[in-house]
C-alpha cells in the first residue's frame, strides 16, 4: 500500500510509526548470506551450462553407472572389433541412450571414416544440446520399431541393439528381428539382460511404458530358429577368441546373428 505523502507532517516529533523496527538496516540479512546465495546461485548456473555443452559425456557416465546392456557395448567394443574387423566402419546402434552411443563410437572409431548412425526407440524430451545436433543432422533418428526402420535395405554394416528388445512382445519381435537383418549387410548383434539380473526402476518404468521382459539364452535361440533368423557362428568364434585372451565376461547375454541375403 503507497504511504500517503503527508504522513510525516501528521505524527508528532515523538511519533514513530508501527512496525519501523522492522525495517531498521540492522534486520537487513547479512552479507555473509547475501554472498552464499549469490555464490549457490551461479554454481546452478554453471553447472546448467556444463550440462548442456557436455551432455553426452554425462549421458554415458549414467550408463556407465547404471548396469544397462547398452553401457555393455564398450567394454565389449575391443573385442567387436576383432570379431568383425572392416564390419565396424558403419554401424548402426539402436536402443535408448544412442546419441551417447553414437558419440562414443564416432570418438572410438579407428580413423575418420568411421560411421555411427542411431536410433532412439523412445521419446527425446530431455535431450541434451548435442543430441538435438545429431537429430537435426539426421545421424540419429527417433522411431518406433516395432515398425519397418527408416532405412534400405543393407544401409549398413553391422547394427547392434541394445536395451530395446527386451521390451518387446513376441508379436513385434517377429516384425523388428528380420528389419535389422534387412538393413544390416554383415549381421546384426543384440545385447540382452539375463532374467533375473536387473530390478526395473521407476525411471524406466515412466520411459518404456511396461517393465523389461528379460529372456533366457534358450529362449532366445528357439525364437531365432522360428524367425529363421541365423547365428553367426565365425563371428561368434572369432569374439569368445578376443574375449577370453583378456578374461573377459560380459554382464549380458550377447547374440551373433546373420543379415538376410
Known amino acids: 500500500m503507497r504511504r500517503?505523502?503527508?504522513l510525516s507532517r501528521r505524527l508528532g516529533d515523538g511519533a514513530s510509526i508501527p512496525f519501523m523496527g522492522s525495517l531498521h538496516p540492522k534486520s537487513r540479512p547479512s552479507p555473509i548470506l547475501?554472498?552464499?546465495l549469490v555464490l549457490v546461485g551461479a554454481f546452478l548456473i554453471i553447472g546448467y551450462l556444463y550440462s548442456g555443452s557436455g551432455g553426452n559425456n554425462a549421458a554415458f557416465n549414467r550408463l556407465e553407472g547404471g548396469g544397462s546392456c547398452t553401457s555393455e557395448i564398450f567394454q565389449a567394443l575391443p573385442y567387436l572389433k576383432k570379431a568383425y574387423g572392416e564390419s565396424m566402419h558403419k554401424i548402426l546402434h539402436v536402443g535408448p541412450d544412442t546419441c551417447a552411443v553414437v558419440w562414443n563410437l564416432l570418438k572410438e572409431g579407428d580413423d575418420k571414416e568411421t560411421e555411427a548412425w542411431g536410433v532412439e526407440p523412445y521419446d527425446l524430451d530431455d535431450?541434451?544440446?548435442n543430441c538435438k545436433s545429431l537429430i537435426r543432422k539426421g545421424i540419429v533418428r527417433v522411431a518406433d520399431?516395432?515398425?519397418s526402420?527408416?532405412?534400405r535395405s543393407k544401409s549398413f554394416s553391422l547394427v547392434i541393439v541394445s536395451d530395446a528388445l527386451d521390451y518387446l512382445s513376441p508379436k513385434y519381435l517377429n516384425k523388428t528381428l528380420p528389419e535389422l537383418a534387412r538393413v544390416s549387410s554383415d549381421g546384426f548383434i543384440i545385447f540382452s539382460g539375463y532374467p533375473g539380473q536387473r530390478s526395473l526402476k521407476v525411471?524406466?518404468?515412466?520411459k518404456f511404458g511396461r517393465p523389461a521382459k528379460l529372456r533366457t539364452a534358450s529362449w532366445w535361440i528357439r525364437f531365432f530358429v522360428q524367425s529363421r533368423i541365423e547365428e553367426n557362428e565365425d563371428a561368434i568364434k572369432k569374439f569368445e577368441l578376443a574375449a577370453a585372451?583378456?578374461?573377459y565376461q560380459s554382464s549380458c547375454q550377447i547374440f551373433h546373428l546373420k543379415s538376410f541375403i
Open 127 to 129: 535431450s541434451d544440446a
Open 149 to 151: 526402420l527408416p532405412y
Open 203 to 206: 525411471a524406466e518404468l515412466s
Open 34 to 36: 547475501s554472498i552464499a
Open 145 to 147: 520399431i516395432k515398425f
Open 245 to 247: 585372451e583378456k578374461h
Open 4 to 6: 500517503p505523502s503527508g
